[in-house]
C-alpha cells in the first residue's frame, strides 16, 4: 500500500448522486433547448448569416431557448462533473452561480413590487416594438398570435396599437389588404368554427367601437396580463417560492459536498512506516535489507 490514507471522515454518497443525478437532468435539457434554438436559427438562415440577429426590431423567442439552455448547460455540467468528480472548484461555481440567479430573481422581484408603474411602462414599450416587427420573423409572430389568444386581448392597451405596424395601419398611403385591421388573433372565438379565419380582422378598425367589440377582443394585453396575475396570484407565489427554494437546497447540498470533501482532504495522513513500499532494488541489496 502507498501513498495517503485517511481516517475519520467520508464523503457522502446521498448527497454526491442526488447532485449528480439531479444535475444530469438539467445539463441534458440544457443541451436540448439549445439544441432547439440553433435549429430554429438554421432553418431561418441566421447561421448563415450572424448580423442578421440583430436586424430584427422585436424579440427573437430563439433567444429564450439559447439564454435558458445556455444557463442550465452551464448549471448542470458544473454540478455533475463536480458531484462526480469531487471537484470543489466546480461545486463552488455552482454554488456561486446558483447564488448570483437567486439574488437577481430575488432584486427582479422586489424592483418589479416598487415600480409597478415603470414596469407597465416597459411592457407597454416592449409588446410595441414587438408589434411593429410581426412580421418580419415568424416565430415572434406565433409568440404575439399565441398571447393575444391566450389572454384575449389584443395589442398592449387596446386594437388601436396596430396602427404601429406597416401593414395594419390606417394611413392613406398603406397599400397593405390588412390595412385598418388587426391579426386573426385578436378575433373573439365562434365555438361552431373549426377552421381559423385568418381574415376576420380585415378592416376591422375601420368600423365604430362599439361594432368592434362584436368582432375582435378590445382589451390590451397589459391589464389582461395584470389581470391574470391577480387571479392567480398564489400560483404565481407558489412557483416562485418553489423555484428559490429548490435554489436554496442546492447551494446547501453542493457547499455540503464541499465541506465533506475538504474535511476529508484535511484528515489525509502519512501511513505508517511498516504500510509503505520498499522501493524495488536489485535482488542482491533487497536481500541484504530483509537480513
Known amino acids: 500500500m502507498s501513498g495517503n490514507y485517511y481516517k475519520g471522515n467520508e464523503v457522502s454518497c446521498c448527497i454526491k448522486y442526488f447532485i449528480f443525478g439531479f444535475n ?5 435539457l440544457g443541451m436540448a433547448l439549445v439544441g432547439i434554438g440553433l435549429w430554429a436559427w438554421s432553418e431561418k438562415g441566421v447561421l448563415s448569416n450572424i448580423s442578421s440577429i440583430t436586424d430584427l426590431g422585436g424579440l427573437d423567442p430563439v433567444w429564450l431557448f439559447m439564454v435558458v439552455g445556455g444557463v442550465m448547460f452551464i448549471l448542470g455540467f458544473a454540478g455533475c462533473i463536480g458531484a462526480l468528480r469531487e471537484n470543489t472548484f466546480l461545486l463552488k461555481f455552482f454554488s456561486v452561480f446558483l447564488g448570483i440567479i437567486f439574488f437577481l430573481e430575488l432584486t427582479t422581484g422586489i424592483l418589479a413590487f416598487v415600480f409597478k408603474d415603470w ?6 414599450l416592449f409588446i410595441n416594438n414587438n408589434i411593429r416587427a410581426y412580421r ?3 416565430d415572434l409572430q406565433n409568440l404575439i398570435d399565441f398571447t393575444q389568444e391566450y389572454w384575449d386581448c389584443c395589442g398592449a392597451f387596446g386594437a388601436d396599437d396596430w396602427n404601429l405596424n406597416i401593414y395594419f395601419n390606417c394611413t392613406d398611403g398603406n397599400p397593405s389588404r390588412e390595412k385598418c385591421g388587426v391579426p386573426f388573433s385578436c378575433c373573439t372565438k365562434d365555438p361552431a368554427e373549426d377552421v381559423i379565419n385568418t381574415q376576420c380582422g380585415y378592416d376591422i378598425r375601420a368600423k365604430s367601437d362599439s361594432e368592434q367589440k362584436d368582432y375582435i377582443n378590445v382589451k ?3 391589464p389582461q396580463f395584470e389581470k391574470w396575475l391577480q387571479d392567480n396570484l398564489t400560483l404565481v407565489a407558489g412557483i416562485f417560492i418553489g423555484v428559490a427554494l ?8 453542493a457547499q455540503n459536498l464541499v465541506s465533506d470533501i475538504e474535511a476529508v482532504r ?11 513500499r520498499i522501493p ?3 535482488n542482491k ?6 537480513s
Do not use: E, H, T
Open 220 to 222: 390590451g394585453c397589459v
Open 246 to 253: 429548490l435554489q436554496i437546497f442546492g447551494i446547501c447540498l
Open 266 to 276: 484535511a484528515s489525509w495522513v502519512p501511513p505508517p512506516l511498516s504500510m509503505r
Open 24 to 28: 444530469i437532468l438539467f445539463w441534458l
Open 119 to 124: 414596469i407597465k411602462d416597459q411592457l407597454n
Open 136 to 138: 418580419d420573423d415568424i
Open 280 to 282: 524495488p532494488q536489485s
Open 285 to 290: 541489496k533487497a536481500s541484504a535489507y530483509y
